[in-house]
């Protein structure tokens, strides 16, 4: 066997899963349907409709923009690359931006109530930035979030996936911001997930060691005299 030639069709297919979403679809349902996680078949169709015509910035030239549901399906498919099981963690995962970005109810999504209150947890008020101020409504937004192991895992999943995809998206003032947010509020989360899920030990390790291996790389490019 050719391991450069190999080697680089391997590449060329994960590189071309970040814009092309049915790769990913496939083996989520293969997965979801040999366990079976019931729930999470009923989230990812839900979530492609929630998000059906929404695009997301990628920060290549090539493919500027995808599909929004590209997103929340990466992460879901991630932690199922990572051992992650759990019917309700994945079917969180998948929709996790839909109640911010659509404009849906969180208490009205028809699915599990632990379900609801995880998108609950990872869902930013608007009114309440309007209310307190910006810092305020983060700090709240971060305490919620540290009352359940799985949106906090979910934020892990959520943050490796935005800063790979920020470069090109995003000025450097805001990838700053990113960077420093990273460590200061969602790095610390992985010792209180931890403590409460022994089982996710090793993912968690993993989406840290992801984390700072991006966050190491970036820094030179963000960081660097203007």
């Given at each position: 066997m050719d391991v450069k030639r190999s080697t680089a069709s391997k590449t060329g297919t994960l590189q071309n899963w970040m814009y092309d979403g049915e790769p990913m679809k496939k083996r989520l349902e293969a997965a979801a349907?040999?366990?079976?996680?019931?729930?999470?078949m009923q989230a990812l169709a839900y979530m492609e409709k929630a998000h059906a015509g929404q695009?997301?910035?990628?920060?290549?030239?090539?493919?500027?923009?995808?599909p929004y549901a590209i997103h929340p399906l990466s992460l879901a498919v991630h932690a199922l690359a990572l051992g992650i099981t759990d019917d309700d963690l994945l079917?969180?995962?998948?929709?996790?931006?839909?109640?911010?970005?659509?404009?849906?109810?969180?208490?009205?999504?028809?699915?599990?109530?632990?379900?609801?209150?995880?998108?609950?947890?990872?869902?930013?008020?608007?009114?309440?930035?309007?209310?307190?101020?910006?810092?305020?409504?983060?700090?709240?937004?971060?305490?919620n979030l540290q009352e359940s192991p799985e949106a906090m895992l979910i934020k892990l999943l959520d943050r490796v996936n935005n800063l790979a995809s920020m470069s090109g998206c995003f000025s450097k003032a805001k990838m700053r911001e990113y960077i420093e947010e990273s460590e200061r509020r969602i790095l610390p989360m992985a010792e209180p997930i931890r403590a409460a899920r022994s089982e996710w030990d090793a993912p968690v390790f993993l989406?840290?060691?992801?984390?700072?291996?991006?966050i190491t790389a970036l820094r030179p490019l963000v960081y660097e005299r203007l």
């Open positions: 349907q040999k366990m079976p996680l019931s729930q999470t695009l997301r910035r990628t920060g290549n030239p090539q493919q500027p923009v995808v079917s969180a995962a998948l929709l996790h931006d839909v109640c911010e970005d659509c404009d849906i109810a969180c208490a009205d999504l028809p699915f599990s109530r632990n379900v609801q209150e995880i998108v609950s947890r990872l869902t930013k008020d608007a009114g309440c930035a309007e209310r307190s101020g910006k810092e305020a409504a983060l700090a709240e937004y971060f305490e989406l840290e060691y992801q984390m700072v291996s991006l």
